[in-house]
């Protein structure tokens, strides 16, 4: 009896721990799969999410470079991913019919859009970079120069005087209603087609690369706000003195439901985010872009350093 009463007693105990490792997981937690778009940037705060989680515990599929805005959001509200960065300014292009002027102020802008898809789409929007990464237009520094261009009026009426001027940049850019066309009716220009050169993907190192080789006679470039080569390029951006964009705070988006089972990931990912100021961002973002370091290099060289790992 007594060896039988041990036998079992081993079986339920082995059974009890096979059900315990079901239920976290296998001793770890997750998995999540962390995904971002085409883009230096997101590469580079995927990693940053990535290392993160993982050094916290939790089991993380990597699936960054995953598509352009609209896939990768597809992919977060439909589940096949969980979680990646996004922009607070994006909120005027998921929900139409909002206030522009909302997305102009950056505290404004990321309360509407966080109450918005979670009550849309229970997708939950944590806490933001304070570093606006505006969609915006560079040119070459000589071009600027000898054409006397410092703001986006000046770029309107160089166009308008039939000034040589063919712009790099992704489809999103061009058909988004808060990029392009927002540029082109608050400041009076309208680009043909022979004056755009599409891109796939909207990679800014290679939009702001061909204005500064002259592409297909590019010379301009769509651009954000916190890229790193634009200097060492010798790229300036334009200026916009009628506040056309919205602001752009990169944040984490979470699925609700996994947000739900793991609220801890806020706490995780919030200060390394709450560091990255717009002169950081554009730093991190030139050593993958300008100097051809591993996003994962350089995200756990800062996140090291800062001592957030």
């Known amino acids: 009896m007594r060896i039988r009463f041990s036998a079992v007693a081993m079986t339920l105990l082995t059974v009890l721990g096979l059900l315990a490792g079901c239920a976290d997981g296998g001793g770890g937690k997750g998995p999540i799969i962390v995904g971002s778009k085409i883009d230096t940037e997101g590469a580079l ?16 599929q990597d699936k960054s470079h995953f598509g352009p805005t609209a896939i990768v959001r597809k992919a977060l509200i439909s589940g096949e991913i969980d979680l ?8 005027a292009f998921f929900f139409d019919g909002t206030d522009p002027d909302v997305w102009k102020d950056a505290t404004q802008g990321y309360e509407a859009v966080r109450q918005l898809d979670l009550e849309a789409n229970n997708v939950v929007w944590l806490t ?11 040119i070459p520094q000589t071009l600027a120069a000898t054409e006397g261009l410092t703001t986006l009026d000046d770029l309107s009426a160089y166009v308008n005087a039939g000034g ?62 916190t890229d790193g080569s634009l ?36 706490d995780i990912l919030a200060p390394s985010f709450a560091s990255l100021s717009l002169e950081t961002l554009q730093e991190l973002n030139a050593r993958i872009a300008f100097e051809g370091q591993d996003a994962a290099d350089v995200a756990r060289d800062y996140l090291t350093s800062e001592g957030f790992l």
């Not at 933001?128 to 560079?138: F, H, R, V």
């Not at 200097?231 to 602001?247: E, F, W, Y």
């Open 45 to 60: 705060l995927a990693q940053t999410m990535i290392l993160l989680l993982e050094d916290a515990g939790f089991e993380v």
């Open 84 to 91: 990646y960065p996004e922009y607070t300014g994006n909120g």
């Open 128 to 138: 933001p970079a304070p570093a606006n990464n505006t969609w915006a237009i560079a």
């Open 164 to 225: 040589d001027f063919k712009i790099a940049c992704s489809e999103e850019f061009v058909t988004s209603p808060v990029a392009l066309p927002a540029f082109q009716t608050a400041y009076g220009f309208e680009l043909t087609e022979d004056q755009l050169l599409t891109l796939a993907g909207g990679n800014t190192a290679q939009t702001e690369q061909a204005a500064a080789q002259g592409t297909d006679n590019v010379n301009a470039a769509m651009a954000y706000g």
């Open 231 to 266: 200097s060492a390029l010798g790229l300036v951006v334009l200026d916009d003195p009628r506040g056309v964009q919205p602001v752009y705070e990169p944040a984490p988006i979470i699925r609700g439901e996994l947000y739900e089972a793991y609220p801890e990931i806020e």
